[in-house]
């Protein structure tokens, strides 16, 4: 065998392992130690409902705080969502946005057992019905997205 084939197959092996394999629905944290994952995207009647869920694989992972009581004239520059080439903020409901007010993640001392160790919900002014993916930008989370939209 020569070089080029064994470098080959080394690389073949080591991409193909869940270790090193990249998981395109995984988008992590500012620590690194915890992903988001899209759960859900729902629009009915104008609204879009979505939902994620934060797991870890890091044994020990002691948690970390996402974003806390961030003001209501900032939160629009920091949690929104991307519809094709437009943003939009969270939905208002009585002067308050239809979203937590902090996201904690919390401590794993066993991921192998369950691995979650937080959700977030929130609801968006749903885009029109030709926008079928978006993508959720919050605080100390890479960009979650594209993420399927479905209709109800």
């Known amino acids: 065998m020569t070089l080029r084939v064994l470098f080959t197959l080394l ?3 080591l991409t193909s392992t869940g270790t090193f394999a990249l998981d395109a629905e995984r988008f992590p944290t500012a620590s690194g130690h915890a992903y988001a994952e899209p759960y ?3 629009r009915k009647e104008g609204v879009l409902h979505v939902e994620l869920r ?3 694989d890091y044994a020990g992972y002691s948690g970390e705080l996402i974003y806390k009581d ?3 004239e900032r939160v629009d520059g920091l949690i929104y969502a991307e519809f094709g080439d437009q943003s939009f903020s969270l939905l208002r409901e009585n002067g308050r946005v239809v979203a937590p007010n ?3 993640l919390g401590f794993n001392y066993d991921p192998e057992r369950n691995p979650r160790v937080g959700a977030w919900q929130a609801d968006f002014v749903a ?3 030709d926008v079928d993916e978006i993508t959720i930008f919050m605080p100390n989370v890479a960009p979650i997205g594209p993420i399927a939209i479905r209709d109800r």
Do not use: W, Y
């Open 70 to 72: 961030i003001p209501l």
């Open 54 to 56: 934060f797991v870890t």
């Open 102 to 104: 902090s996201l904690r």
């Open 127 to 129: 885009p029109q019905h």
């Open 11 to 13: 690389l073949l092996m």
């Open 40 to 42: 859900r995207a729902v």
